[in-house]
């Protein structure tokens, strides 16, 4: 739950609820899927590619494959 991520501060709880029902409501209106380019601008989608890239090279080189 938020509270416990944001340890237990209403405020900031409150404020991020809030900016993600303004973010939904604003997608919905759009209906528009972000492009491809627009999803890797994000460092946080860019770092979990990293890491999963890693990840999978690490199998191969350890020889560790799963089908």
Same mark, same amino acid.
């Given at each position: 739950s938020l509270m416990w991520l944001r340890k237990n501060d209403k405020a900031v $709880?409150?404020?991020? !609820?809030?900016?993600l029902q303004e973010f %939904? #409501?604003? %997608?919905i209106e759009t209906k528009s899927s972000p492009s491809l380019v627009? !999803?890797?601008k994000d460092r946080a989608v $860019? #770092? =979990?590619?990293?890491? =999963?890239?890693? !990840?999978?090279m690490a199998q191969q080189l350890a020889g560790? %494959? $799963?089908v």
């Open positions: $709880v409150e404020f991020e !609820l809030t900016r %939904n #409501k604003e %997608n627009e !999803l890797f $860019v #770092k =979990g590619q990293i890491i =999963g890239i890693i !990840l999978v560790i %494959n $799963v």
